[in-house]
């Protein structure tokens, strides 16, 4: 007998403070013209000073158990993608699953960046399948915030912070039908953060602690990668596009969104899109868009969707996901 993994339940959370374009346009050479011309984002939501990665996870957390009916005692394992985690160790896993009271069962975190939460849903799969765990809580939770420098117009009207989050549980129905994870180290220096913690002290000197990118670099791979992973996820599940009922993308910018749902000849009704309110959340923005979708009765039981996300590294990767 075949067991796959299927979402039981999600979850998502957005901090309550909203900063709009034109509370950019006040704080760098910009217009909420260019923003939504070249990105489709509206506002973004930012972190209370008091507020952590691990607070957003949490709310996300306890969402996506409910939605599943899920006890935290249940879990056999929590896997939480996070570029943006509040100690350099233990995992953000791991200080959720104490947070929950979901002691014993195997907590670590993935850093896969935009593609975090595709990574992490491909490696909980796993677990699922071999029968390893029978429930699996999977999130994206980031206060990107903290890694921006707000002087920069090329960067900071881009991100922004949320959680996102599922629950896996072992069935004889798909489910996932299947992952795909990909990366190519070669591309490291076109979107990162230079510092980390083993070079800090020589690159802290520098001042760059913040992300930078090749915006244009970052777009024009983004785009031809996603279309190539597209194809990927339904060859390898002998699928048309045309069963396809949602695409659930990568929320970072309105245009990549586009020339994917063209590649797979999908209507933007066909499209989830969350950008304009919460801008690029990294990790959080796929389980983010989903639980939107899920809650406004969008995406119905049955439905067979993909995912997919590109991001740092260059990582990116897919699902294609009957719910
Ligand atoms: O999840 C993966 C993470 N990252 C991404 O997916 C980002 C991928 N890249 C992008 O989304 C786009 O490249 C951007 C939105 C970042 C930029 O859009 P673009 O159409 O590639 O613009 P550009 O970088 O080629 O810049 C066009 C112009 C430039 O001015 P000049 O040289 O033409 O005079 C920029 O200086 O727009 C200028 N510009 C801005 N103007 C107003 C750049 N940022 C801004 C800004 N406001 N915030």
């Not at 490291?188 to 990118?213: I, K, N, Q």
Request: hydrophobic share 40%; net charge negative.
């Amino acid at each position: 007998m075949t067991i796959y993994s299927r979402i039981l339940g999600t979850g998502s959370y957005l901090p309550e403070k909203v900063v709009s374009n034109q509370d950019l346009e006040r704080m760098v050479d910009t217009s909420d013209a260019w923003i939504r011309d070249r990105t489709g984002i509206a506002e973004r939501r930012i972190a209370a000073d008091d507020e952590f990665t691990l607070d957003l996870a949490e709310k996300a957390a306890r969402n996506a158990l409910d939605a599943a009916g899920v006890d935290p005692q249940e879990l056999d394992l929590i896997v939480v993608a996070t570029t943006t985690p509040d100690r350099v160790f233990p995992s953000t896993a791991c200080l959720l699953q104490s947070r929950l009271g979901a002691k014993g069962c195997a907590a670590f975190d993935v850093q896969a960046v935009c593609t975090g939460f595709v990574y992490a849903l491909g490696v909980a799969d796993q677990f699922v399948r071999s029968g390893t765990a029978k429930k699996a809580l999977v999130l994206g939770a980031e206060t990107f915030s903290r890694i921006i420098d707000w002087t920069d117009r090329n960067t900071c009207v881009l991100f922004g912070d949320g959680s996102g989050a599922v629950v896996l549980g072992a069935s004889e129905e798909p489910g996932v039908m299947s992952t795909h994870l990909h990366a190519d180290g070669d591309y490291a220096d076109y979107l990162h953060v230079p510092t980390g913690v083993s070079t800090a002290r020589a690159v802290l000197e520098e001042g760059r602690a913040y992300v930078e990118m090749n915006g244009p670099g970052v777009f024009r791979m983004a785009v031809s990668t996603l279309g190539r992973i597209a194809d990927e996820t339904l060859e390898h599940n002998h699928i048309d596009k045309s069963e396809l009922d949602w695409l659930v993308p990568h929320q970072a910018n309105i245009r990549i969104i586009q020339a994917t749902a063209k590649k797979l000849d999908l209507p933007m009704d066909r499209v989830i899109v969350t950008v304009d309110k919460h801008g690029n959340t990294s990790a959080a923005s796929i389980p983010l868009a989903l639980d939107t979708a899920v809650r406004d009765g969008r995406i119905k039981r049955g439905d067979l969707f993909m995912i997919e996300g590109f991001g740092g590294g260059f990582t990116w990767g897919s699902a294609l996901i009957r719910y």
